[in-house]
């Protein structure tokens, strides 16, 4: 069973950065690479947002008000999918959950799963890690 465990959340200042880590087991390596693997973000009241994803073949997709300041990338020897996320702005505070798209196609792991309702492409979801950006 594919499991997927975030960390790397905190509390930083504006322009601050952060880089949050997401492990997923139950799966080998060459399973993992097959996925399409995101990042979605969601404060109380909000529809859950996607943030960033990554396809098999490393290719990327970005909302756009990260495009620039944040980074999908995985290491798919370890297993592990990470966001780099700098000059971080008050707005970017959220929950934020790594999630599996187990059988996408390039639709849905790229602007799909960046655009409204993205989310809804990904079967399987971390517990989350907060971040917090004072300002």
């Known amino acids: 069973q594919v499991q997927l465990v975030e960390s790397g959340g905190g509390s930083v200042q504006a322009g601050g950065s952060l880089r949050l880590s997401c492990t997923v087991s139950?799966?080998?390596?060459?399973?993992?690479?097959?996925?399409?693997m995101g990042w979605f973000r969601q404060v109380p009241g909000k529809e859950r947002e996607g943030v960033a994803s990554?396809?098999?073949?490393?290719?990327?997709s970005y909302a756009d008000s990260v495009k620039g300041r944040f980074t999908i990338s995985q290491d798919s020897t370890k297993n592990t999918l990470y966001l780099q996320m700098n000059t971080l702005h008050p707005d970017d505070a959220a929950m934020y959950y790594c999630?599996?798209?187990?059988?996408?196609?390039?639709?849905?792991?790229?602007?799909?799963?960046?655009?409204?309702?993205?989310?809804?492409?990904?079967?399987?979801w971390g517990q989350g890690t907060q971040v917090t950006v004072s300002s």
């Open positions: 139950g799966v080998s390596s060459a399973t993992y690479s097959s996925y399409c």
């Open positions: 990554i396809a098999s073949d490393g290719s990327a």
């Open positions: 999630a599996a798209n187990l059988s996408p196609s390039p639709w849905t792991c790229g602007l799909g799963a960046v655009g409204r309702g993205g989310y809804l492409h990904f079967e399987v």
